[in-house]
């Protein structure tokens, strides 16, 4: 029956709009662009149409698919269409459609997605489309919204568009019929009709900026255009990266000046080399503090003091980017959300309901013992790494040859192979997961799915570290291995992203550029798709995150740990703006109010870092050498270390709780905001009455 | 100048109102109560005006002060006055008044304190005085707000009239003048004027009250109805102490088993009365885990899972109160705010202002030095106190008399005096820095001044506790102190709750009333401000909080700490709402949402609670046996409770995340009223515009 009523008037509900619109005003407000679909309401012609999304299609998709695909886009939202432009291309019948957005799309999406944009009296204020022409700016969309908020915005509402009943898409097998509120986005997907959706680069910005971003010598990001450009997520990436890279100068100054004093700059460099043990002990043992002691307290206090001055600068970039209000929890849900029909208590639309008990479960039964199981393997590896070392350490004593010699390296390989391959399962698994866990939103989404992959990332960074400074208690083999990793991690790392994408660049991306100049801008569009997915911000977050990691828990035995990290960031930001301005394609970013889940890790570490840095000073040689002359019992100086620890979580305690995390006049913006927002509930229902 | 235009116009700015109204349509709605003062619009006429507040005259206060003073109670909020109905009593130049409120001020006021009422659609929603046709029974007072929340709003719009102009109070010399902007209650009660503002008591709801409260066996107590007659505050107090006595339920029934399967009973019995040493641990040296680790483990996990369940109790709690949405900081500052003159940035109203920096410099460089000074003086006097017990017991072996007999006890008097001295001072230093740091809401004062007691009553009373079980790491001692702590301390809380006010009430008050039942209902008012003023809650709050840590802290030394708890809080709520009901004066009491800073201590002390036991544990005879035995080294055995210590820790960190802190129905209704509140927002300027 359902098919049958599809088959009838499958097409048509989009063409029945057609004719309408002919005799309709709109017919006249032809815009200048040709070829574009027509807009619906006189505001929304304009001189000029901005190309903004590309969508590429399907090589066998037949021409009444794409034209009924462009008919859709352009219908309005209210009969069920995306309310966008669409233009075919050149050839009509070619394999993309270029997408564009009215103002009034773009105005009412502004309004729905809880965007603040400069009112008329200079405040940040949610915007609302009834007070639009209060809103500076709101006649130029160009000016109004960032390009990366526009083009969010064309995805936001191509993603939305649900078949308002059953239907036939033109050209495509009975079995790809829409049946009601199925999303029509994710369907043409999965029938290869539609096979990405990309943003388009606009070559005049993206040259303003990389010249302002990497080019010169320049030490400030322009971190309000990388917003304008690449959306507020990636600009809190960066801001954050420049927010710690600055923030590593005093742990940086501080570690030259323990290693100079101490005269350790010669024997670090032996022991991160040699191996060789705390030679030099005796050498500083007429200060009474150690370098460790020092380095050790102050970056447990750093910690701290770094990231609430973090969050006090992340809500301000959020307050001038216009995403402190975001209302994700009031907009429609993600796509492939599911759940039964029915009214959403809290907005009271209509839209799939999923309960939360029933995710809180599947969360409890499912996800949590998975990922402990896998946390379980890497704990495996380990220790099968450390047996496989021993055995073959043991092979090469008996036998001595040259294959046992290579023996000697199989237990490193297999444990690198065999960590690899499970991270890459392990990803596959936690995406799924959390696809399982059916959360509404897409932060949500986001962040279990980092949290899950966070945890045992940190957890594969970290095992062997803690293995040696907990179990085996070796501070020399703990420098040893933090130099050795930080030295090589950074290698790596320059390699990896400058060279590698530098070459990359030169000899393969750039002929194939220099090719298309003569032809003309549709090709252009079509060579930025073949250009790779933009990887996402997790691997360069959780890089840092490591770092941060090897700083605060472990860099007392090796003081230069922050001069390493200062001089890589200096390069990784211009290798990271680099490489998003020119090796990937440009990638959809939602609007975001802060860095998610990420703030939430630096802090556990940062507490994290206390307990390991009070079991370091513990471990430290000095102390060692008093107990072994006898100056305290080995239990006293035990308490006294579990003392210090206790008052230093409790300073940490108190300091983040003392500093506030928002500026003060963030807090009274805000404020203000709710004030005006409960004035207006209370004047609501009069106005309703009077009209 | 000021003074020559206040002598001029003073008493008319009131008077020039009256006139006006003769001639208004105001003037044919005189309600029936007589003597009352007019109201001033139609829909506050009602038949029967209800005595809320009682305003208590200085006995020199001449007749035209009164009158003035009953003038401006009832001109209209508009025109400077207090908008309420006031009436003279039986003579008319006796020393009181009696307030009243009209309709239209309560449900001005109930909206301007963001309470929450019952919507036509049952649901709880922000009260809208535009809207107000669509609340049940907004048409009549007495139902929908409660006898607490009117009177509170009574209080609240007298607190609230401050000068329009210079002004001269008719009756008072001249340097009472009134200047502009000066705080009118205020400034009365210094003149003299007004003696006090006692909330009156509603004799058949207090009957009521009592019956459902306590004086039969009932186990639950009608907390809507605490609410409705006390008010929120007052509620909370009781429904916290109700859930938490019946929290105890479960570590008294563990402390009761293992006391009985232990055989402890007669073994603890003996030991808190003759103090002698833990003679009995043979005994039970077969089973592999003591019952003192039972019980600490126990503690630990429930005092976390307690407080995460209060929370969420006390949140449905406020949603039914009404109070989840309060306003408070968007209403007019507290009374003895003060600051210069300038426009709210949050609310964009004149009233003073004054600078957040400043505030918490004087916090920073007065009040936490002052409060580590007192917490000093009680370390001092701990410490003079063993000081002179050392020296007591010297002389006394010395001499051995009976003069030296007697001064054995000196140390424990004079220590005794000191602290309650030094309470008494830190008191008043209290009151007088938080009056210093000059806050602008009512609450944010409370919360400061509550801390600041609570830091200092909290280490009066724990000091030589803690003491005993870090320092002197004695744990017979500490058992035997608990124990009679928990003895002596019920013993004198029922006494001083129970058996004195009984008698008081019996011998002292009853007479009072039976001599009052033929004279009219004045003279009951008159007696109700003869009864002693209520002291607040925070005696009542400190001493659950005590017990919460003799309970969360080192009940593991004495595992019957709970079934003691127990009997005590099943008479206590009982001697609690005896005392309010008929010992005191009515409180006016503020709509509250929470239990404030008082749900912050009960959380730290939880955590405060690991590292105890863990360390109580470390003491135990059994640990200690273990380690004389040589099964375990003293360090190994420090590294178990110290890791313990930090698992422990984690697991109530998660736990105290994991569990929501609202129920999810709550959520969802808050995040709809978020919602309803951002449409409305984004409506406004559309109405505004049209009409």
Sequence with gaps: MNKADGDDCGGEAV???????????????????PGWTRVHCPCCASERIEPLVLVKLGQKVRPETKRWLIRLIGTPQTDGGAGLLAHPGEDASGDIIVVSA????????????????????DNMEAFSYVDRDNFKDSDNMEVFLTLAERQYIVKYELDGVRAQRDLRIPGLPDNYTLQRRDNVWQKLGSAGVIVDTLPLHNPDKLKALTEAWYTGNQL??????????????????????????WSLLPPAILGLSITYFSGEVQKEMDESVSGSGPTGVEEDSGLAVSGHMVQALFIMIWSTVFMEMWKRRSSSLSYRWGTLHLAERFAEPRPAFHGELGVNPVTGRMEPLFPEWQRDLRMALVSIPVVGLFLGLVVLGMLGFYWGEAQAKQLHAEWDTMLS??????????????????ATVYRKVATSLTEYENHREESAYENHLTTKVLVFTFFNCFAVLFHIAFFKQDVPLLRK???????????????TEVVVPFLVDRFISAPHRQESEDHPEEDKFRNQSSLPTFPGLFGEYIEL???????????????????????????EIRSDAYKICRLFRKPFTPPVANMGVWRFAFEVLSFISVVSNCWLLLLSPRLQELVQEGWMSNTNVLLLAVLMEHVLIGVKVVLSLLIPDEPDWIRKKRQHIEYTSLQALRQQSLSSEES
């Design 15 to 33: 063409q029945q709009q057609q004719p309408e619109e002919d005799q309709s005003p709109a017919e006249k407000l032809q815009s200048k662009g």
């Design 102 to 121: 009215p103002r009034c799309t773009l105005l009412r999406a502004t309004e729905e997605l809880g965007l603040c944009k400069t009112y008329s009296n």
């Design 220 to 245: 400030a990001q322009p971190l309000d255009s990388v917003n304008g450009y690449f959306g507020s997520s990636v600009a809190f990436y960066f801001s954050f990266l420049d927010f710690y890279t």
């Design 405 to 422: 010699q290579t023996l000697l390296y199989m237990p490193s390989v297999l444990h690198i192979t065999y960590t690899n391959m499970l």
């Design 481 to 495: 291995r933090l130099a050795s990793l930080l030295i090589v991690s950074q290698l790596v790392n320059q390699v």
């Design 545 to 571: 995150l490591v770092q941060f990691g090897y700083l605060s828990l472990f860099s007392c035995v090796y003081p230069l740990t922050a001069v390493l990290l200062l001089i890589n960031n200096l390069t």
